[in-house]
């Protein structure tokens, strides 16, 4: 029942390109530990592509993209501030506060997943700066958010704003990062260092790698201790090849956006056919590849039982004002690279059905 | 000038059946984070391959296998007794450490590699047993090892008396397990629990695959952390068939332990041919995939200039006795199995044709 | 000014008993790092006043106490459920993360400082039990609380109770224990063990000692690790008199527990004063040794002028309807065993008479 | 039987001046954690004392000051070069790895607890340098070491300058600083960073304290951390007084260096009454504070029952060509502020006594 699996965008394997160009890199001699070509010409390629210098470390899980990133950016005593729903918070199994030696994640609230300027300075400027009490180092953001969200550019230049003035670093976690790149419709400067970011988790695997992230390190500071703290932790792959050639593969001819487009246009899609049904609400917009629905308790039993595939959700970020009803359920329904509209219709036209039974 | 290339068995890429597996496995949706049926599948085989019932983990890198073995064999303050020279000791920048929280690797010396029992036993009894003194908690041994020796059946029953002996847990680093194995010609069980061993990381990038480790755990009071370790650490997939299915491909029909043979092959004529050059012999006995040899130092520089590559290599664990002179050089010379036997002789042809103009 | 010093309990040394105790212990030879007798008499005591067989380990701060406390009921990616303004959360600079490799602190909300077994209970079962997230492991309250406040014995068993039936530990951060434990009237057996306490950090420092604290240990599945710990966190004094000399004196003669009686009755006494001024309101009752009130700004800051020393506070604990206003601010007096009558008085008539000014 | 207590410079209390500096200091209100009077003072006084400034952290035990010192010197992936059998390798159960957050002290060997320049070079070119390899980022000696012997001033200047040209910090752990200074009769300044030592444990607890220590820092670049390390080790005493205030007692009038003056000199009466006995000889000279002798194992025995206390001790150490016989034993025994002369010489008239009745 593949057809009806919106439960995320990792159940695919990879797109054809990037497993056709793992496949080609897999012949031949070649230096161990990323000293070879392949990388070498990737990060050429991403100095281009982000139009600047940078440092670039592939990894193969978004957690250790993450986890690594954060650690190179906080002491062991140090507080990041980030939503307190994020997915550094809640889905790494304490990934970031193992590679920062017992750093601390600050969720702050906010609607969708996204944390807002002001309430960041607040957060920080309330803190007490004596020895007792953790100093705020970091601020880390989704893009997209967990509720699949995007934060538009000034948002980002807001935060970067409050970060920069009380000398914190600013981390973005890009899981998604080409699903909102391509909703914003600017280019991957814009939406990164040209707004203050210091260093991006560059996701790969969720838009058609099979395990493919990279930590991107705009600001020279971060560089010193990535290298020995990937090694450390295991994530040196002697044969770098498959991080670097699933890259190359999914960056030639503008693939990764391409599988961004498709997949945000198949939640758009998706989230008009769920918005059109009775007793079916957006739990937020959709604005990259994830939709958030709040249905009715009945039509969910019976996709379900339809062969239906995806997750409930929390609704701690809703907006105030909204709840999900005692016989309603809050949901999330991803589309990826992968994802056909005849898939999407399938399952619209399931609720469609199921929708009517309810009524 | 692959054709001279004997730095590493990790310079090469995937096996065809490897490589092959993997793209096969790669079409249609799968249960994410090892929840898929090719993992399940997987465990099975390993446990039919070792004829017990055990508990697999896979990672993609030996360094992430033997630090999250080690992890879950010693508490931050333990100790583990291991050769000096050995990997984890020197190779995996303090990886050890680091998912220990601080434990502390002993390393005890031993010609070839190898520790031997009654060795290991004098260093655990010498320990003052006091809280100001960490404990030790584990045995660690490499098969192969690093001067790419392989210990007898009996040496590992050996040592597991010694360490069940006084309550330390049994660790083998198997990064060349296959090899080992077919030089011994017994069955993965003898070599591993039934000698005592109770956690094995079981590799598989230097044999044919691309980025695909097991951690394979006989000893039930072991298995308990692992999942959460390898998930705080970054190490579980999102898309677990990338390891599983390598897996597969490396495992059917024997086809890891015919990559292990040729490579075991490749190695002894190797080492043949470079002992019958006058001035040459070996640091080691060849055993596994790896010739460990003594050159005089002008043949070494103008091998190189001929375009091979090979690493030179410490002399710490010769034999008492042994040494190597001002004008040698102790080097290491490694096959796989994507070493041709037009290789090998190419390369000896070039050491013969220097080793005469050396003379 | 001391006089008017209510700045906290730790500005003060220690009471004449302990001191003595300290000074009379000094002389002679004695088996260092706590194998004198004195520590084992201590530990007799410790069993006796408990009522019950117990681990006692003794460390010279209230951070070491709770880290140790703490890193022995967490695992490194285990949660740990407290008050949002806990001590542990708030003013140990990330101790108890640092002391459990990587732990988390789950902060939850609560009036005056106090969790509530209900939402103990909400929090724990709404966690997703996935190996990518952090399982609860702990709960953690401090009694007496940062606002003061003194948990009722059925308010403790309701929260042992939550923390059973969910197999998580059960810690009680005592710093100040005492002051607790006289205004309850009750043993302390009944305010620990007795209603499902695990592990109690019991102060002395605040209290009348100069730097004593205990970990009591009434779990012994809690036992194991917290000799190797404390060595290893540099919390094992070699001359373990100091500490036990300082307990031996605090304990005797129900000294700790008149020290305490006066301490609250200074508090009682400066809470009523302070209650007795126009525009004075108490932020939360005042149950322990702490006195927290809302004062007109201008009160405020002419108090401060006349040399009264105390320290504003966090409004977040405040009951529902009740704030702060923008003339307001929310203050901290602290008393102990040196207050004296006649200070309380003093800075009472400071505040009558400065509250006449302020009119 | 204090008598004839050579077990360890821990086994007394504080000496008559310390003791009364801390009663003294123990009245009034003082600003907490280290915020009072008495700790500003002291700080100029070890600025005084030094002949230079420096950051001045104290803690309560000798391992808590290693710890910091070399953590602060310390990346979590570092080496730490310093002799096998020092006190941070065998005596503190892990406490610099676990500061550290898992850096590794590579013990070196060496006469007498000594570490050499040329050694130490050595060591450090043999490294490898390549990410899979920890970095050396520090040399730890101990002045006096743990066979009792004091470098020179030339020696220390010799392994500063090998550290410095590589980049090293260089880390003295002073546990007997005084024993050592005034063997040698220089300043502090001399043997320190004159000498080019960067971070010093100033140790007080062995030489007449109860528990102080200080961790004395030239280098500038590692003052930065210091104070969060102590706190989130919970190491900062909330009444500061009680370390500073010892430390008053301990520098006023020379006091410390009397009292090391006058344990070397019973240590040496020892060591010559002990080497003029038949079949003694000294395992090394005795250049501070303790004796280290080989016995005959009759002697050792009987001693022992005459109610001598001292500890047997490590061969390893030895001058080549020394060994301890089959029938002898190799010990320890120290002496302290607190040693009178009619006990050392109640020790030798046993050891004349026992040695007869051997012989």
New interface residues.
Partial sequence: M?EL?F??D?????SAPV?EA??A?????????GGDEITARLTKRFAALFECELDVVL???????N??ALATAL???GLCLCHSESHVI??????P???S?????VGLPGVGGKIEAPAVAAAVDRLPRH?????AECVSISQATESGLVYRLDEIAGISEVARARGLWFHMDGARFANALVRLGCSPAEMTWRRGVDILSFGG??NGC??AEAILVFAPELRK?L?????????????G??LSAQFEGYLEADHWLANARHANAMADRLARGLGALPGVRPAWPTEANEVFAILPRALDERLRRAGASYHPWSDLSLAAGEAVGPEEVLVRLVTSF?TEETSVDALLAAARTESGATA
């Fill in positions: 593949n699996n439960a995320s990792n159940v695919m394997g990879a497993i793992l496949v890199a897999n012949a031949g001699a070649l230096p161990a530990y990894v193969a899980t978004g957690t250790a993209a986890a690594l002491s062991p005593w809640d889905d790494e199994c304490g990934a506060e193992f590679f030696h017992g750093a601390k994640l020895e007792k009490q953790m100093p695997t969720k099979l395990a201790t290298r020995q703290r990937r090694k450390r932790s295991g994530h040196t792959l002697s044969k090849r498959l992968a």
